[in-house]
């Protein structure tokens, strides 16, 4: 894992932080559907999930570890993972 660079707004952000991995946040309403819909196509050996925040990527990551996900979210330096990523999906 790298470490993220510190912006501005990361850092006008920082004191939220802890709020996002609160076990008061609210759960993965979307996780049951997702789940039923990767058991349901069995066929497929792949599928593509997007989703729009960073946290959500990487708690579907830790859940869903079966699958053996690769992920790519906007953080990602396209040009020097794309092939390593394409290659190992």
Do not use: C, Q, W
Request: aromatic share 8%.
């Amino acid at each position: 894992m790298r470490a993220l660079r510190e912006t501005s707004l990361a850092a006008l952000l920082s004191h939220i932080k802890p709020l996002l991995y609160s076990p008061n946040i609210g759960d993965l309403h979307k996780l049951d559907a997702l789940e039923r819909v990767l058991k349901d196509h069995e066929g497929f050996r792949k599928a593509i999930v997007f989703v729009n925040r960073v946290i959500v990527v990487k708690a579907l990551t830790k859940l869903l570890r079966k699958y053996k996900s690769i992920v790519i979210y906007g953080r990602t330096k396209m040009k020097i993972y794309t092939r390593r990523v394409f290659r190992k999906g």
